[in-house]
T-cell receptor, first 111, second 114 residues
Framework: GQQLNQSPQSMFIQEGEDVSMNCTSS?????WLWYKQDPGEGPVLLIA?????ELTSNGRLTAQFGITRKDSFLNISASIPSDVGIYFC???????????FGQGTRLTINP | AAGVIQSPRHLIKEKRETATLKCYPI?????VYWYQQGPGQDPQFLIS???????DKGSIPDRFSAQQFSDYHSELNMSSLELGDSALYFC?????????????FGEGSRLTVL
């Protein structure tokens, strides 16, 4: 099936630092989404992107839909302890009937 | 606001036993999706239902079956359980099929097979 390559797999940062993660694919996507999963919880939608080049913010989070439609990135500015968790990119590629997920980026923050 | 409700939250079974997981979508949502997440893995799509009909099938084993009922709740039935079935099982719902990928996930049911 289609695969999303998400990187990095894990990040260890200091509180207050900015964070950047991305997702790439060999396929063209119509929709990119970023979800966050807290331990023992289900993923929660953070940001949804629908147009190539679109840049969308949600508080300290900013995500962009790549111009080629094959990638997306998520930035978190001035990280705080509650940002800890696993961030998943997800997407709907052309002709898809299901949502595919990246492998996740595990974010750990040192206070 | 009401969220997706899954039950049970935790389930322990022996090999070869059967298990049933239940999912109650957000009110008015007509589509449910089942995902399986192994330790350290991303969610893997199993199956989905739109308006009580199966809409898509992913990597769901033949030992598993699911359905969506008239009240839109869904049940995932797992038989002949294997150790490898131990995982978090998430149900998600949406208003309309796929809804541009904006799915609402439940808190998951953790299945442990001994």
């Amino acid at each position: 099936g289609q695969q999303l390559n998400q990187s990095p797999q894990s990040m260890f940062i200091q509180e207050g630092e900015d964070v950047s993660m991305n997702c790439t694919s060999s396929s063209i996507f119509n929709t990119w989404l970023w979800y966050k999963q807290d331990p023992g919880e289900g993923p929660v939608l953070l940001i949804a992107l629908y147009k190539a080049g679109e840049l969308t913010s949600n508080g300290r989070l900013t995500a962009q839909f790549g111009i080629t439609r094959k990638d997306s990135f998520l930035n978190i500015s001035a990280s705080i302890p509650s940002d800890v968790g696993i961030y998943f990119c997800a997407g709907l590629y052309q002709g898809a009937q299901k949502l595919v997920f990246g492998q996740g980026t595990r974010l750990t923050i040192n206070p | 606001a009401a969220g997706v409700i899954q039950s049970p939250r935790h389930l322990i079974k022996e090999k070869r036993e059967t298990a049933t997981l239940k999912c109650y979508p957000i009110p008015r949502h007509d589509t449910v999706y089942w995902y399986q997440q192994g330790p350290g893995q991303d969610p893997q799509f199993l199956i989905s239902f739109y308006e009580k009909m199966q809409s898509d099938k992913g990597s769901i084993p033949d030992r598993f079956s699911a359905q969506q009922f008239s009240d839109y709740h869904s049940e995932l039935n797992m038989s002949s359980l294997e150790l490898g079935d131990s995982a978090l099982y998430f149900c998600a719902s949406s208003l309309g099929y796929l809804a541009n990928g904006e799915l609402f996930f439940g808190e998951g049911s953790r299945l442990t097979v001994l």
